[in-house]
């Protein structure tokens, strides 16, 4: 679907599912219902904190439903900082670095890092003469 379409069929279809659980969260708190400290109290208040940015995807054609592309992008980021605890030298983080970096650019360019990575070492003559041509969007033009 394209994003205006998406929209459409969300208004029709999603906005009176939200409207329904706005209204549950609303008599929720407002008859008492739910004890505002619990875990249930706080994610309705969350909620109802956040409920314009909640539903912003009934609003703004191709806003997307959730962020878990970016969460795992950030899990990467994090798995890495705990990895490089165990780095013995800053010479060695600084390569660990190097290749979580090239790793991720081999991600968000949809180019498998094993093989990109495998391609650098067979042609490490020809890469160090000119580096911007072994880039993870453009080096299968470059392959011997």
Known sequence: MTPDDRLVWHKEHSCPLIADLKSWLDRQKD??????NSG???AITYMNNHWTKLTRF????GAPLDYNICERSLKR??????????????HGA?????????????????????DYLVTLIKNSLVLFKDPSKWM????KANES
């Not at 008859?31 to 505002?36: F, K, S, T």
């Not at 993870?136 to 080096?139: A, D, F, M």
């Open 94 to 114: 600084y390569i660990g670095d190097m290749f979580m970096s090239l790793i991720h650019a081999c991600n968000l360019m949809c180019v498998n890092p094993f």
């Open 31 to 36: 008859e008492n219902l739910v004890e505002p």
């Open 77 to 90: 980021c994090i798995q890495h900082r705990k990895n490089s605890l165990f780095y013995k030298t800053e």
């Open 40 to 42: 249930l109290g706080k």
């Open 58 to 61: 009934l609003e703004v054609p």
């Open 136 to 139: 993870p969007w453009n080096y």
